[in-house]
């Protein structure tokens, strides 16, 4: 019998504010282990938020999270990153002014870049091995977010949060970034929020979408994605739209 | 290739001088003096640059590094001036290391003690920083007075570098050739630390984007604490050899250079060392020349400059490409 565990990520009525902004209100989902869950949902919805919620950055005001059963809720981020979490932001957050081996280095806490992860990084992301000396700011966008997801995991890493991986990127590396989360969910859980139904629909195993900062629809990303209504109530588009 | 561009500023500042001032020997003086202003002025302004930079901290209260690492000197160079009348290297040298490294080791206490008490409390807000740090800046500068007390006190230079060298008809002063070299010391083991090394990765990934160096699991505080405390004792050497230079210390002091080492950090980019480097290079000649030429003109002349530079490259010579 396989063995029964808990989701690795657990939000139970989370509540964030930021300023006099009331922004998550009360949101609850899990995110199963080895799992990939797309977080959608329109502009303003709250799924950056959550993100940063999640990752430490805005402290939740009330509610609970926990990650692989313990409460992280008021842990610093810096050791949320040592529990296994690396966040990936929707501005990539890449070090502009470093190299590409430089930004690698220093997500690689122990020192040195692993070789074999290293290997892996190559094959997923071959520009990086291209560009390895090279200043992260003189990359193209899309090799920019390359960067920004194997410096996520250029270690071992337990959950991935990724803030909108295809924003403002070409379809054809976008292609390229569907082959590489393919690749990336078969051993990692990912957190995702995307816009891009199509992405979405290629690589998510469950969704949860949030509308006015609350969870509003939480299911397989497959049952949406057959449910052309449904997709019309939560997210005012169609399939096809986004196709 | 672009960034090569404001370090040929230097030279066409110094070429252009050089028909205005008329005499090559006085233009040689006058440039050595700029370049020995400049390293001294890098030294006190480097520590600031990196600070603004990695936490988006305003310290006015930069300046009392400055004033408490000359006085620091001062006290040692007073007390054991006894041993500089021999008119030895080794001599003065015995007394000269102590001298800088309290200078250094006091400026870096009072940071320290600045940044625990007076700024983690106010992170992230300007109005507070601004605040905070300009009544530190009064309160401790009112210190001074009690412990060292409100008058000059004049400082006895070593005689290793006192006179002057003589290159052809120009006269060059030691102590000018002695700052420039401390300087261009300082800047390369800066240049070692945040280029060669780990932590100097971490200040210069801090630099750029704070938050995700936290998200990447390192603890920005203790860095910025570490940066603070250094920048800190830099500017207590900056003090301590700009008191030399002036050989004379006053509890004003680091408040009246203030305006130049902002200046710079301005001009050179807020967070960049490098451009920190160019910008007080280019502020020390400046300030000589126009000393010179035009001596009401000498701190409107670095305003100039500045605004010059700005127009050029709003966001100074050398923009650190914040997130």
Redesign the interface.
């Known amino acids: 019998m396989p063995e029964l565990r808990g989701p690795l990520l657990d939000l139970r009525g989370v509540n964030t504010h930021i300023g006099q902004y009331h922004i998550l209100q009360g949101v609850d989902f899990v995110v199963p282990e080895k799992q990939l869950v797309m977080l959608l949902g329109r502009n303003g919805a709250g799924k950056t938020t959550c993100l940063r919620t999640i ?1 430490g ?1 805005w402290k939740a005001s009330s509610g609970k999270v926990f990650f692989d059963g313990k409460e992280i809720t008021r842990t ?3 050791d949320l ?2 529990l296994g979490i ?2 990936v ?1 929707e ?1 990539m ?1 890449i ?4 190299t590409v081996r ?1 930004n690698l ?3 690689a ?1 122990g ?1 040195d870049p692993d070789d074999t992860r290293l290997e892996r990084i190559f094959r997923l992301f071959p520009a990086m091995k291209k560009f390895w000396h090279s200043h992260a ?1 003189n990359l193209s966008g899309g090799q920019k977010q390359m960067l920004a997801i194997s ?1 996520a995991i250029v270690e071992p890493r337990r959950l991935l949060l990724i803030d909108e991986p295809t924003k403002g990127l070409a379809p054809a590396i976008i292609g390229a970034m569907i082959e590489a989360f393919g690749e990336l969910k078969r051993d990692t859980t990912l957190l995702v929020v995307e816009q891009n139904f199509h992405f979405a629909k290629s690589l998510g195993d469950a969704v949860a979408v949030m509308d006015s900062g609350r969870i509003v629809h939480t299911g397989a990303m497959a049952a949406l994605a057959a449910d052309g209504g449904l997709q019309q109530r939560l997210l005012g588009l169609s399939l096809h739209v986004h196709q | 290739m672009s960034r090569h561009i404001p370090l040929v500023l230097i030279p066409l500042l110094a070429l252009a001088a050089l028909p205005l001032v008329g005499s090559v020997p006085t233009w040689v003086t006058l440039t050595v003096a700029g370049l020995a202003m400049g390293m001294m002025i890098f030294m006190m302004a480097s520590g600031l640059t990196l600070v603004f930079g990695l936490m988006d901290v305003m310290n006015f209260a930069h300046g009392i590094f400055i004033s408490v690492g000359a006085y620091g000197a001062a006290t040692v160079l007073t007390r054991m001036g006894g041993q500089m009348q021999g008119g030895t290297l080794a001599g003065d040298l015995s007394v000269m290391l102590p001298a800088v490294a309290a200078a250094i080791a006091l400026a870096a206490v009072m940071g320290w003690f600045f940044e625990r008490v007076l700024i983690r409390p106010v992170y992230g807000d300007h109005l507070k920083q601004i605040l905070i740090t300009m009544g530190g800046l009064i309160v401790f500068e009112q210190l001074i007075h009690v412990v060292w007390g409100a008058d000059m006190i004049p400082l006895p230079r070593p005689g290793a570098i006192t006179g002057s060298f003589i290159l052809g008809d120009a006269a060059i002063e030691r102590y000018r050739v002695a700052a420039v070299v401390v300087g261009l010391v300082v800047f390369a083991a800066m240049w070692l630390v945040l280029n060669r090394t ?1 932590i100097g ?2 200040v ?2 801090g630099v ?2 704070p ?10 505080r203790r860095l910025f604490v570490g940066v603070f405390v250094a920048g800190s004792g830099l500017a207590g050497l900056g003090g301590a050899m700009w008191a030399m230079y002036q050989e004379q210390v006053t509890p004003q002091m680091g408040m009246q250079v203030l305006v130049v080492v902002f200046i710079v950090v301005i001009i050179g980019g807020l967070g960049s060392v490098g451009g920190c480097f160019v910008g007080a290079l280019l502020v020390g000649l400046m300030a000589n020349y126009t000393g010179f030429l035009a001596p009401k003109l000498a701190l409107g002349s670095n305003i100039l400059l500045m605004v010059l530079v700005l127009l050029w490259r709003p966001r100074g010579l050398y923009p ?2 914040k ?1």
Do not use: D, Q
């Open positions: 990752m950055l610093a981020t810096p990153a040592r690396a966040y932001p501005n957050g070090f502009a002014g470093l430089e280095m220093l997500a806490r020192g700011g410096r | 780990r990765l971490l210069r990934a750029e984007n938050e995700m160096v936290e998200s990447l699991g390192y603890r920005i650190v490409g997130a």
